[in-house]
């Protein structure tokens, strides 16, 4: 019921503001276990995709959105339960990652979809990123379950980074054909089948969204740009200091 409430509240306002496009609606099974793969391009993904399916998608969020206490905390709960989202308690030997491909298990298991987004963090700089073969491949092998490639486009130019008003544009879904990978059910402990069925799955999103295919993962690209980023900062203020100083030569040279 909850859900229900949200999404007519949350996905009719953003279908009403933004009025998303959306292609190969048609691919989503009317019942039964689906896997949606994701690029990922923006917070905004994780509703703008649940707005135009008639269907609930689960993805998994951090289990802190669940728990924080007080008000707010309650109002953040009630808001993450009621937009699908499945909270995940990173605490553990292996963290969050094992954690999230039980949930996704679980959610397949009750013959619902779970969506989730193999680049593992949002793309730097709107580029597909190679996908982390962990928890889409292990959640598709351990339950058979169909795996449909969706590309989110245009949605990181609705509001970037530092940008607080979201600019009303429309953006777009391109949802794929199903992929079956039955015939490697099982085989989720073989990490050249996992890399395999990783690859194949962002093939077809790379073809769905156009976008330019980097094969790094997208944490090492974001330490990059980060890195780089400190490096000109660093340069730059070294270049301050050196102009500083050759300012105060001159005023010294002057004086004297």
Request: hydrophobic content about 40%.
């Amino acid at each position: 019921m909850i859900y229900g409430a949200m999404k007519f509240s949350i996905g009719g306002s953003l279908k009403l503001a933004f009025r998303p496009w959306v292609e190969g609606l048609e691919n989503i099974p009317e019942r039964g276990p689906a896997i949606l793969a994701s690029n990922h391009l923006s917070f905004s993904d994780s509703f703008f995709l649940p707005a135009v399916l008639d269907r609930k998608v689960t993805f998994i969020a951090k289990a802190e959105y669940f728990t924080s206490p007080g008000v707010k905390g309650k109002l953040t709960a009630a808001f993450f339960k009621g937009v699908g989202q499945l909270p995940v308690d990173r605490s553990g030997a292996r963290g969050a990652g094992e954690a999230a491909i039980k949930a996704g298990i679980q959610v397949v298991e009750s013959g619902g979809l779970f969506g989730i987004y193999p680049e593992g963090t949002r793309s730097p700089d709107g580029r597909l990123y190679r996908g982390k073969p962990g928890g889409l491949a292990r959640v598709a092998l351990a339950t058979g379950a169909p795996v449909i490639p969706v590309a989110m486009i245009d949605t990181e130019k609705i509001q970037p980074p530092g940008q607080v008003m979201p600019k009303l544009m429309r953006p777009g879904i391109r949802i794929g054909k199903p992929l079956d990978f039955s015939r490697y059910q099982g085989m989720d402990g073989d990490r050249f089948i996992l890399r395999s069925v990783t690859d194949e799955v962002m093939y077809e999103i790379m073809k769905l969204s156009g976008q330019e295919y980097v094969d790094i993962y997208a944490t090492a690209a974001k330490r990059q740009l980060a890195d780089e980023a400190k490096a000109k900062a660093e340069e730059a203020k070294r270049q301050r200091k050196q102009a500083a100083a050759g300012d105060e030569n001159g005023t010294e040279r002057s004086g004297a």
